[in-house]
């Protein structure tokens, strides 16, 4: 099976602007988990998607949004780019979501923001 | 709320020496647990995970993890390391009901030759 993809792997960006992140979990899974990466703040939860349905969303502002469509792929938005944003994006699937699941991760976008 | 502690941040250690890599988690419910590893410029990759039955759980590649539920541990041992495991590790937890995964911050672990 070909395993979780990212697009773009890497994305230059201003301030301002808005992203759009992509990710194709593997063949099966229905489950698609969004991270943000920083060496400051560590590995941080943004949202869930299960079933085009967002599940649980982490601590983030309204600037980030994401979906999810009938084929389990799944996007997600940031506008109004700020220098924070600067990170690495991962995405991750599994079967089902949550309770004794592991998580399949993609290799990442590295979002830098000037 | 379920929330996970990595005592370490960074973890240096000489190649063919012992490690243990410490994780601790909070919760007031049933968990399954996770380890994963990030090499360089790559996603993060399931090393093992605990869900249920004997309490050391074993990878491949040499790692073993006990769950240890009066002290809310799952360290991360290996008895003799190689300079390819240099990594970040990450624990990771999951509550039995239904949410989802929480991860700790990471622990750098750098083998020296």
């Known amino acids: 099976k070909a395993g979780v993809t990212q697009t773009p792997r890497y994305l230059i960006k201003t301030r301002g602007q808005q992203v759009t992140l992509s990710c194709s979990p593997i063949s099966g899974h229905r489950s698609v988990s969004w991270y943000q990466q920083t060496p400051g703040q560590g590995l941080q939860f943004l949202f869930e998607y299960f079933s085009e349905t967002q599940r649980n969303k982490g601590n983030f502002p309204g600037r980030f949004s994401g979906r999810q469509f009938s084929n389990s792929r799944s996007e997600m938005n940031v506008s109004t780019l700020e220098l924070g944003d600067s990170a690495l994006y991962l995405c991750?699937?599994?079967?089902?979501?949550?309770?004794?699941?592991?998580?399949?991760f993609g290799p990442g976008t590295r979002l830098t923001v000037t | 709320a379920q929330s996970v502690t990595q005592l370490d941040s960074q973890v240096p250690v000489f190649e063919e020496a012992p490690v243990e890599l410490r994780c601790n988690y909070s919760?007031?419910?049933?968990?399954?647990l996770f380890w994963y590893v990030q090499y360089p410029n790559q996603g993060l990759q399931l090393l093992l995970k605990?869900?249920?039955?004997?309490?050391l759980v074993e990878s491949i590649n040499g790692f073993e993890a006990e769950f240890n539920k009066s002290q809310t541990s799952f360290h991360l041992r290996k008895p003799s390391v190689h300079i390819s495991d240099t990594a970040e590790y990450f624990c990771a937890v999951s509550e039995s009901v239904g949410s989802k995964s929480t991860f700790g911050d990471g622990t750098t672990l750098t083998v020296k030759p």
């Open positions: 991750a699937s599994s079967p089902s979501p949550g309770t004794g699941y592991e998580q399949y």
């Open positions: 605990y869900l249920s039955g004997s309490t």
């Open positions: 919760s007031s419910v049933s968990v399954y």
